[in-house]
């Protein structure tokens, strides 16, 4: 399958990255406070899906521009065209395509790549979890006196909640955090280890769709419970190294079911 998504991927990459060098302000429109969308965003998503539609006609597919197109077999593609817009249109290089298939209530593999960052992290059932295409280790020990998170920041959550999750983090729990404004980037970050897990609050499935099975090949719980999850729900999660998820849990409701 990755002969298929990895070229796609790239491609579609490319295009963004095409985009990135000719920025200009008549590009971009608004969907919301710090909520930006591109037409690097539009054009990478219809390239994604036409290709997906091609190569897999039966699937569905949830883009984040777009929205569902319903498919027949029971397996949706989950794509973000661009991670990152903000980072994108003031010109960070950390944004990322994310291509995520989602299977029987789960994420089964994905394919994210950074072009700006010369990165692709891929994994998944059946595909072992590679970063340029080579192996990934799987998750080193937790070690407390040093522990550190990836935050998401979503608006869907209110900032008094948002604002009280990094107090718990930095008071209580003693874990540094750091928010790099890409959710794809900041689940990178944790698969090689830069970070011990991610805090989301507030993101979409098509943030993490892709990254999800390849953290899981590497050790990684959750507290998500995907299959009672609908694929439109803003999340919320902690997601990362086994002792991580366990000083996090209380900024997760009480009816979180920890999965792997």
């Not at 994210?112 to 080193?140: D, E, F, M, R, V």
């Amino acid at each position: 399958m990755f002969d298929i998504l990895t070229p796609l991927a790239h491609e579609a990459g490319d295009l963004a990255l095409t985009h990135f060098r000719q920025l200009a302000d008549t590009a971009i429109s608004e969907k919301g406070p710090l909520d930006l969308v591109t037409v690097a965003d539009r054009a990478v998503e219809a390239l994604i899906t036409d290709r997906l539609h091609a190569a897999f006609p039966e699937d569905g597919i949830l883009g984040e521009e777009d929205g569902l197109t319903p498919g027949i077999s029971g397996r949706i593609w989950v794509v973000d065209p661009i991670d990152g817009t903000f980072n994108f249109v003031r010109g960070g290089r950390q944004w990322a395509v994310s291509i995520g298939l989602w299977q029987d209530g789960q994420p089964v593999l994905g394919i994210i790549y950074a072009p700006a960052l010369g990165l692709t992290l891929t994994g998944g059932a059946g595909h072992a979890p590679l970063l340029n295409g080579a192996p990934l280790p799987p998750l080193s020990p937790y070690l407390p006196d040093r522990a550190a998170v990836g935050v998401g920041l979503g608006r869907a959550i209110p900032a008094s909640e948002r604002i009280e999750m990094l107090r718990f983090l930095t008071e209580d729990a003693g874990i540094m955090f750091r928010c790099c404004n890409a959710s794809t980037i900041s689940l990178i970050e944790v698969a090689l280890g830069e970070v011990d897990g991610h805090v989301g609050y507030g993101e979409s499935a098509w943030d993490v769709m892709a990254a999800w099975p390849v953290l899981v090949a590497l050790g990684a719980v959750s507290t998500l419970d995907w299959a009672s999850t609908p694929l439109t729900e803003k999340l919320r999660f902690v997601i990362g190294k086994p002792e991580l998820v366990d000083a996090c849990r209380p900024l997760i409701s009480k009816h979180a079911v920890p999965t792997h």
